[in-house]
């Protein structure tokens, strides 16, 4: 591989947590909650999928764990926010809080612990195209996982009729449920699924990027995550491209040190986020993107008794 | 109505579950005179298996050591922020004697120690130190030396690259010892150095690591507090030695040897003033004569000759006879640093703000 091919494989790497977490929290702000608990539910995920992969060997069940666990930390937010209608903000804030301390505790025995190499993907090779090869072919099925779900997530919220409920329970939960949806079943699944997907962003930080488990291994990403959501206003395929820019810089800054370009090292780590701030003020000039795509009843609670 | 409540009532138990593991992972302390309260402030978590993990090996030493007499509480992956001012302030109300154990508690040490003249404070790595807070750290260039002459024998692309965290004098210290020493055994060395400007963040540090060995280095050393490094060296079938602590278990293959920072010694030394009630505030540069700097078992891959060669140094170290900055030395500008024999004060070294002669790349301010 030469210095191209593998730049590019580390962007693809170091964004897919973002792409994991960042597609699921979409999903659950376009049903109209804020679940600011994404990094906890990655903590979690990547926790649970290092340790039942660890205790059975096998990748799969590790990544099933990361799913499940994820789904279940999720559902502590969803039952308290749905059915028992407390502050979104408040319970997402006290899911990280709680995520972090919980992994740790899980995670005790199983410092000191790490992995053999993920499996790659080997299926679609063209040997004679090495470039394209490498770009292409080379990574672990996790990485076309995530793409694939983006473009399942685009599919199924602007094609699918269910994709359609689930925007107009986030953009009018009234008008939804006098047509007789139920807002808190709907939202209570989406927030599932956003938990599923942050566990998947954190298993593959501690399963292949890593690989190994130490206690607040996510260092942030979680929040880095809800910001690519605000930075795609709301739309799918822009995931991708905020994740892959923000991992890009990240890499980039890397290598460029690497290289031994004199730029102040500061300057490159503060890049990623510098780019992010540029781009929410862009966004914010364009107010009819923005009310055209945010959900209008993001964090608002539903009161209407099932 | 009553949904709402219980809502409440389990959101209040879910944020108390929170805080309650946040309470337990620190062992509550019982007021109770007669007893000595020793009180542990980490940047990251115990589980760091590294910088913090070391330090909380050596606080269990001094539980262990003093049995009852002696009560620890220790707060991890504190922020060096306001947030480090408030904790230690925490702890001062009811501990004699607290250690502060990283660079950037230096200010809110000082601050809370002049507010609590009666308690005593110790602060890791710093430079500025009062009546009753000490200065302590360990000379870990002496162990980069170490490591720099098997990094130099041991590289096949003449290139080692090197994961830095913060540009202040401990990080570069390290680099311009592992250097020189690399050097001295190997001209054409060339080092690779990345900053990351932070200390713990095991997936930033394992791209990092990726970036070094796809761009030749065959070789990787590191001073921030992850494993990472090592685990991905190991996938990628390089070198790297591991930091602050034995991280074999992560690299059976990769690792050369470890630095170990050895803290227990001087942990218990200092609690024992406190009993005895001759604690003074001093100044402690401890290195390998003292054992707070440590080197894991070096590896077998490394051969004979090298071994020897790190044995040496190691004597001549722990003797007197080798200092690892001895002249001549210059600056990155080709300035003169030290001239021929003359050996780096203290001061110079504490001081180290630039990179010596044959380093590429800038150093941060």
Not at chain 1, 85 to 105: D, E, K, P, W
Not at chain 1, 227 to 248: E, Q
Not at chain 2, 281 to 310: F, Q, R
Request: with cysteine.
């Amino acid at each position: 591989m030469d210095l191209f091919e593998a730049v590019f494989h580390g962007i693809i790497i170091a964004s897919t947590p973002l792409v994991f977490a960042a597609i699921g929290e979409l999903v659950v702000e376009k049903s109209g909650v804020l679940n600011l608990g994404v990094e906890g539910m990655m903590i979690i995920g990547a926790v649970c999928s290092f340790v039942v992969t660890i205790e059975t060997g096998s990748y799969v069940y590790g990544v099933i764990a990361a799913i499940i666990s994820g789904s279940i930390a999720a559902s502590l937010f969803g039952f308290v926010t749905q059915y028992f209608l407390s502050n979104q903000v408040a319970s997402g804030l006290s899911l990280t809080i709680f995520g972090l301390g919980m992994a740790a505790l899980i995670g005790q025995s199983y410092t000191g612990l790490s992995l053999t190499e993920f499996p790659e993907l080997n299926i679609l090779t063209l040997n004679n195209i090495p470039i394209l090869n490498n770009i292409l072919f080379s990574y672990d099925y996790l990485v076309y996982v995530s793409i694939f779900l983006v473009f399942a997530v685009y599919y199924f919220l602007n094609k699918s009729k269910f994709g359609l409920i689930l925007k107009a329970v986030g953009d009018n939960h009234d008008a939804a449920y006098s047509l007789g949806y139920s807002v808190k079943r709907i939202r209570f699944f989406a927030i599932l699924f956003g938990g599923a997907c942050a566990g998947l962003g954190g298993c593959y930080l501690s399963l292949v990027q890593t690989p190994f488990w130490v206690e607040n291994m996510t260092s942030g990403r979680g929040w880095i995550a809800l910001v690519i959501v605000v930075f795609s206003v709301w739309r799918p395929l822009w995931i991708l491209v905020g994740a892959y820019i923000f991992g890009g810089i990240t890499i980039i800054q890397l290598h460029i040190q690497g290289i031994g370009i004199n730029i102040e090292s500061q300057y490159l780590s503060m890049l990623p986020y510098i780019v992010t701030i540029f781009v929410l003020v862009f966004i914010s000039t364009n107010k009819r993107r923005l009310t055209n795509n945010s959900p209008a009843c993001l964090n608002k609670i539903f009161n209407a008794d099932l | 109505m009553s949904k709402k409540f219980i809502g409440g009532l389990l959101l209040a138990i879910l944020v108390g579950l929170a805080f309650y593991y946040q309470a337990i992972k620190g062992e509550d302390v019982v007021i109770d005179d007669g007893v000595t309260k020793v009180g542990f402030i980490y940047i990251g978590p115990i589980g760091d298996m590294g910088w913090s993990y070391e330090h909380d090996k050596a606080r269990l030493a001094v539980e262990a050591e003093f049995g009852d007499q002696v009560e620890t509480t220790y707060v991890e992956s504190v922020p060096e922020s306001q947030d480090a001012e408030r904790v230690i302030t925490e702890l001062a109300q009811d501990h004699d004697l607290i250690f502060t154990t990283s660079f950037g508690y230096m200010n809110p040490t000082l601050k809370v120690a002049e507010a609590f003249p009666n308690v005593k404070f110790e602060h890791a790595t710093g430079y500025k130190r009062n009546d009753n807070t000490s200065i302590y750290s360990a000379r870990f260039y002496e162990g980069r030396h170490l490591i720099g002459l098997i990094a130099g024998g041991m590289t096949k692309t003449n290139t080692i690259g090197y994961i830095a965290s913060f540009p202040i004098p401990e990080v570069v210290r390290g680099i311009n010892a592992a250097y020189l020493a690399a050097i001295s055994v190997n001209p054409t060395v060339e080092f690779k150095v990345i900053w990351l400007n932070t200390w713990f963040d095991p997936g930033k540090e394992a791209d990092a690591a990726k970036a070094l060995i796809d761009q030749g280095a065959d070789v990787i050393m590191q001073h921030t507090d992850s494993p990472a490094a090592m685990t991905v060296a190991e996938q990628e079938g390089v070198y790297a030695f591991g930091q602050a602590s034995d991280m074999i278990a992560y690299g059976p293959n990769a690792q050369l040897t470890s630095i170990i920072d050895n803290w227990a010694p001087y942990y218990i030394l200092r609690t024992k003033d406190i009993i005895d009630g001759t604690w003074k505030s001093t100044d402690t540069w401890g290195g390998i004569d003292s054992g707070m700097v440590e080197l894991a078992k070096i590896s077998d891959k490394v051969p004979t000759v090298i071994k020897n060669l790190v044995e040496q140094a190691n004597e001549g170290i722990v003797n007197g006879t080798l200092h690892p900055f001895t002249g001549p030395i210059n600056k990155q500008d080709g300035s003169v640093w030290l001239v021929e024999g003359e050996v780096a004060s203290d001061g110079d070294l504490l001081g180290m703000a630039f990179y010596v002669e044959g380093i590429d790349g800038m150093l941060p301010n």
